[in-house]
């Protein structure tokens, strides 16, 4: 699915350099190729960049834990690999620098390439590395607490709008969290679900769906797309008791509601988030909720989801602290986003159309650890680049290919002094040449559902803790 996007990525300075290196004597290289084994040298690579998905009860089709298991996809994993449609990653690599940066060095892919071309041969198993211990029951992090979301009927057919439900955070005392993993338990059905921690207020009640009523046409198409799906507005609320069946209609504004429901995210590709690497953690107040974002996809087949949340805790607080973007810091938030989503209009057939610029203002100086920009079918490349104080300006990701089907975080460190802007630019293919569109003769608006559009420029930045606790960072 992902095929050629970056063939035309790989520096060719990178590929000549690889050749001179690669360039021994036929024999020589006859002999090398006879030495590559499956445990020797192919294993570690599997290890490192395929294991993660390709391992039983996880997204990928098939395990890569044995050779038993592998070899009947010699021929499938050396096409994927030279091709690079796998492992997925789409950043161009001649900007930024990723620390999860999953692409194969091209030694690893002469190596896969080698290893089939030579017959997939086994080797010695005493050559092989240790095995890694995955953790158990599908967690991707081995958390010391969980949440039981309640189950989730999905019906065969229709639109599922975006729904909210509070859930009180597991948490009986102030609780520093290291990482956070949302397990779906129907992947195929969950599209995304996302929550932030909220101090519990008394207006907001449990157990309770809330969902606002998006007036569609006959389409399915949203008839007033004024880029407000996700707001606390006044609109028509629909509310459904979890367990139930029957939904109530009112007009007001959502009682379940949070600025900040994007903190942390199951999408495809992104299985969770560990701050641990980096001696971060997230404070969480006692008496919190988790106001959870569920958007359901109807596949044709009813479904019962249970969707499950873990969490590593630490009782010592680590040395920085994690600000989601649009998280609930009131006076103290990091940045502040301008972008106008209700000028989104993308007209029929149009190849390369350039979405409305999001403008994100550094209010304090902040470590970026991560970006995870979101599009739907229609997105085609995005940039992010950084205006420093000074005017001066960089490019700190670029998708040259955006690909919906993996909502992927870039992981990585930059020092952003207080006063820079982020510049965020998403372009869109609505022409027939975009294999996922699923109609270029219409128009396309702002909008949840993956025919609509979006396209949000989320980040994750660390502070200092301690210089964020005395107020510091905070002067505006
Ligand atoms: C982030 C998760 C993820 C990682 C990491 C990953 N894969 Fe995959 N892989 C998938 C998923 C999901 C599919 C099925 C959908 C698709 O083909 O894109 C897949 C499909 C494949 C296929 C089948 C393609 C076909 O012909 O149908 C091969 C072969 C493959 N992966 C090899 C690899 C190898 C080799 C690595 C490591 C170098 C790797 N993958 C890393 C998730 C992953």
């Known amino acids: 699915m992902l095929s050629r996007m970056s063939v035309a990525a790989v520096p ?3 590929i000549m350099m690889a050749a001179l290196v690669w360039a021994p004597t036929p024999a020589a290289s006859q002999n090398a190729a006879a030495a590559i084994t499956f445990h020797k040298d192919v294993l570690p690579v599997l290890q490192k960049n395929c294991q993660s998905c390709h391992r039983p009860g996880q997204i990928g089709p098939f395990s890569m834990l044995t050779f038993k298991d592998t070899r009947p996809w010699a021929k499938a994993i050396k096409a994927a690999v030279v091709s690079r449609a796998m492992p997925p ?36 198993p005493t050559a092989a590395p240790p095995e890694i211990e995955w953790p158990a029951g599908g967690w991707q992090i081995k958390p010391d607490v969980s949440v039981d979301l ?27 969290v290291t990482s956070v993993e949302i397990m779906p338990g129907v992947p195929a059905v969950v599209h995304h ?64 509601y949070h600025e900040g429901t994007n903190e942390f995210c199951y999408l495809p590709g992104l299985p969770f988030e560990d701050y641990r690497p980096v001696n971060a953690g997230m404070l969480v107040p006692a008496g919190s909720d988790m106001i959870v974002s569920l958007h359901y996809t109807a596949t044709g087949l009813a479904v019962v989801d249970k969707s499950r949340v873990g969490f590593t805790v630490t009782k010592t607080p ?125 128009w396309v608006h702002y909008g949840g559902q993956s025919w609509e559009e979006m396209g949000t420029p989320n980040m994750g930045f660390l502070v200092d803790r301690e ?10």
């Open 318 to 442: 680590p040395a920085k602290k994690f600000l989601p973007q649009d998280g609930p810091e009131g006076d103290s938030a990091p940045v502040e986003r301008q972008q106008a989503n209700a000028t989104l209009a993308i007209p029929p057939y149009a190849d390369n159309h350039p979405g409305p610029l999001a403008k994100i203002s550094f209010l304090k100086e902040v470590e970026l650890v991560w970006f995870r920009p979101h599009a739907h079918v229609r997105g085609k490349t995005v940039r992010y680049t950084l205006v420093y104080p000074d005017g001066k300006e960089e490019t700190l990701l670029y998708l040259p290919r955006y690909n919906f089907n993996w909502q992927l975080t870039y992981r990585t460190s930059v020092k952003i002094p207080k006063g820079s802007k982020m510049l965020v630019q998403f372009t869109y293919d609505n022409s027939t040449a975009n294999k996922y569109n699923p109609d270029p003769s219409k």
């Open 150 to 176: 309640p189950p989730y009927p999905v019906p065969a057919r229709g639109i599922v709008e975006w729904e909210r439900i509070a859930v009180p955070a597991p948490f009986k005392e102030d609780t520093w």
């Open 467 to 476: 210089a964020d606790e005395k107020g510091f960072l905070v002067e505006r």
């Open 89 to 124: 990653w789409f950043a161009d690599p001649r900007h930024g620098h990723f620390n999860n940066d999953r692409s194969l060095t091209q030694t690893e892919i002469d190596t896969i390439a080698a290893w089939v071309n030579n017959g997939a041969p086994e080797g010695d």
């Open 12 to 14: 060719i300075v990178l």
């Open 193 to 256: 679900m996302c929550f932030g921690f909220q101090k519990h207020k008394a207006t907001t009640p449990y157990g309770e769906y809330q969902w606002m009523e998006v007036p569609r046409g006959e389409d399915g198409t949203m008839t007033k797309p004024d880029g407000t799906t996700t707001g606390p507005r006044d609109g028509v609320v629909l509310t459904r008791v979890a367990g139930t069946t029957e939904v109530t209609r009112r007009v007001g504004r959502p009682t379940v």
